[in-house]
């Protein structure tokens, strides 16, 4: 393996930029991390990964697998299930059952969920003090003559690297300045869904509902709005995302949560059975409401330019009705893992100016292989949360056409094969970085 002749910058600190900082290292790429925030944290409650995600995770890393099964909680049972939350008979969710919709093998355990601070602890861990730099707003990156990239701060300080890549969220900056600040696509756009999230304590949860309710994941469907529920924290903790369809815009431009009244998520699920009506009423009041934005409308074109690219949800925020967009924030690491490792395997004798080169056609491979797939991803996590809704004007609220539609989606996400991912990443790449060292140029 090479000795690092570059360093990589990483703008934020969440699941997918400190995934991607553990794969580099491993590979003997320096990298830092620059987090706007005080402190490592995480928003969200729960988080769930499916095999394809797993089995990344192993590519980038094998301790980042091993760190999520330290947190992981099994489900109790191998299959997900859509229950019909809207048309459940009855008044005591102790007593009745919400209908059977549909159900879907999820393979031997499962998929195993955790807490969304708690998985991020346990990455956190494994890098060394001083590679995340916090309070570092950013503000602008230059490109220098090299091919270097000064990193400029909102405090004023500044920072230099090879390659800059952009893990800093829904929110990103970053895109804002590998697409410009006017271009459709550097912001995300709200999808007219918000998600009221809540841990319930597990001991309340299974006095309300019964030990069958709570001991695995479910989804429960009905009109204009539907819930997932699965259990985390070792099976402490019960994770709820009751999403309402709501027409109005969102009145907040600068932010995506709000302080809102239970009561107004009640009211969406009113109509529904005993077990969802019984569910938020264990949901803590006030309780904020996630505003669901997402890159549909205006995909980006790139999530590279230069030396810059982006990465996560910076790249694809998609709405999170797969449960599969930090899955694929960790299947782009493996990729930029990939490149950049084979990129500084041909650096020992490059100039400058070929090491810059190479550096652009690794993120430009990286781009090659990842948007298609991440962009689909988008597209249908919109899809599905109309689905779940019985908004889709061919399936409605017919069981066997929402099976139809849900199991092929979620077997494109969960079969996946990595393997031949990585393989086509080494090809590409090989292809694209034979040019450049024989002093020519490499375009798409």
Wanted: charged share 25%.
């Amino acid at each position: 393996m090479a000795t690092d002749p570059i360093e990589v910058a990483i703008v934020g600190a969440g699941i997918t930029g400190i995934t991607l900082a553990l794969g580099l290292r491993a590979r003997n790429i320096r990298v830092r991390i620059f987090e706007r925030a005080r402190d490592l944290h995480e928003i969200g409650a729960g988080i769930g990964f499916t095999p394809n995600a797993e089995w990344a995770m192993r590519v980038v890393d094998p301790r980042i697998h091993a760190a999520f099964k330290r947190v992981a909680t099994p489900n109790a049972s191998d299959w997900f299930q859509w229950v019909d939350g809207f048309h459940e008979a009855g008044t005591d969710p102790r007593e009745t059952e919400e209908p059977l919709l549909f159900k879907i093998y999820l393979g031997e355990r499962g998929f195993e969920g955790c807490h969304r601070a708690e998985f991020l602890g346990e990455l956190a861990r494994l890098l060394p003090e001083g590679t995340v730099v916090f309070q570092k707003s950013l503000e602008t990156v230059e490109t220098l003559e090299d091919g270097a990239q000064v990193l400029r701060f909102q405090d004023g300080s500044t920072a230099r690297a090879h390659a800059v890549i952009g893990c800093d969220g829904i929110r990103s900056r970053m895109r804002r300045l590998l697409l410009s600040e006017d271009h459709p696509g550097a912001s995300a756009h709200y999808s007219h869904k918000y998600a009221a999230r809540g841990l319930i304590p597990m001991d309340r949860a299974r006095e309300a509902l019964g030990e069958a309710k709570v001991a695995t994941r479910l989804m429960h469907l009905g009109p204009d709005a539907h819930a997932l529920t699965f259990p985390v924290a070792q099976g402490s903790l019960l994770n709820v995302v009751a999403f309402v369809t709501d027409p109005r815009p969102w009145p907040h431009a600068d932010r995506l949560t709000a302080p809102g009244r239970k009561a107004d998520v009640a009211a969406a699920f009113a109509g529904f059975g005993p077990t969802m009506r019984t569910i938020i009423d264990l949901l803590p009041d006030p309780i904020d409401q996630w505003a669901v934005f997402d890159l549909y409308d205006h995909p980006p074109e790139t999530y590279a330019r230069g030396n810059l690219c982006i990465a996560g949800d910076a790249a694809h925020a998609a709405a999170p009705h797969h449960g599969a967009g930090a899955g694929c924030g960790i299947e782009d690491a493996a990729v930029l893992c990939a490149v950049l490792e084979m990129a500084t395997q041909r650096m020992a004798a490059a100039t400058s100016q070929e090491k810059a080169a190479l550096t652009r056609v690794a993120l430009e491979t990286y781009d090659a292989i990842r948007r298609e797939r991440a962009q689909w991803l988008v597209d249908s996590s919109r899809a599905i949360g109309n689905l779940y809704e019985w908004q889709d004007a061919q399936a409605g609220s017919d069981a066997a056409k929402c099976h139809d539609e849900a199991f092929w989606r979620s077997h494109r996400i969960w079969d996946y094969d990595i393997g031949a991912m990585m393989q086509q990443t080494a090809t590409v790449f090989e292809a694209r970085a034979a040019a450049v060292t024989k002093g020519s140029d490499v375009k798409e």
